[in-house]
């Protein structure tokens, strides 16, 4: 389910146009290839992608795609990205500021026969490490009843509470693997 229609309206290209696009990227070619191939320009091009990424993202969650199956458990945790200006000879400049940082949701899934990564991933922008901007999104990917681990913010005090066995590491005491648990 891609509903793309908007992306695609009389104003912004045909279904055939469309599927080229589709093709185009999936199959590695450069966007100015693809302009041509399509007779479209970059702007359309990048927002027919930036919709199919997208609708691509809310379909994992929609479909019932879950991270922690048998046997896994899920890390959970948000991390800041910001832009820094940077002269060429003179190097950073500027401080970062909280309005410049962009708050990203990550959640791993990790095989408890092996204690490693399995590979699936997800990672959302979220309005901030608050409860309100993640339960929602936790609740969505991880499958229900499954062990979250985390680091000790106050925004994850919830999991226990919901079903979720919750087992922190606190980064500010010098952990970053939990001594009992692994």
């Known amino acids: ?34 302009a041509t191939d399509t007779n479209l320009d970059r702007h359309h091009l990048y927002k027919i992608n930036d919709a199919i990424r997208q609708d691509l993202a809310e379909s994992l969650t929609m479909n019932g795609t879950f991270l922690g199956g048998e ?4 890390v959970v945790d948000v991390t800041y990205i910001s832009k820094r200006k940077y002269i060429r ?37 979220v309005d901030g490490e608050t409860r309100e901007a993640i339960e929602p999104i936790i609740r969505a990917i991880v499958m229900p009843g499954k062990t ?21 590491v606190i980064h500010s005491h010098g952990e970053f693997v939990d001594a009992e648990t692994g």
């Open 89 to 125: 000879g003179i190097g950073p400049v500027g401080h970062q500021t909280v309005n410049q940082q962009i708050a990203i949701l990550g959640a791993c899934e990790i095989d408890l026969a092996t204690n490693k990564l399995t590979g699936q991933c997800w990672l959302r922008v």
């Open 1 to 34: 389910h891609f509903p793309l229609a908007e992306k695609c309206g009389p104003d912004n290209c045909t279904p055939s146009q469309f599927m080229e696009v589709i093709f185009g990227f999936g199959h590695g070619k450069k966007p100015q290839t693809v």
């Open 71 to 74: 046997g896994k458990s899920v």
């Open 148 to 168: 979250i681990l985390t680091d000790g913010h106050m925004s994850y005090s919830w999991l226990q509470a919901a079903g979720y066995p919750h087992f922190t």
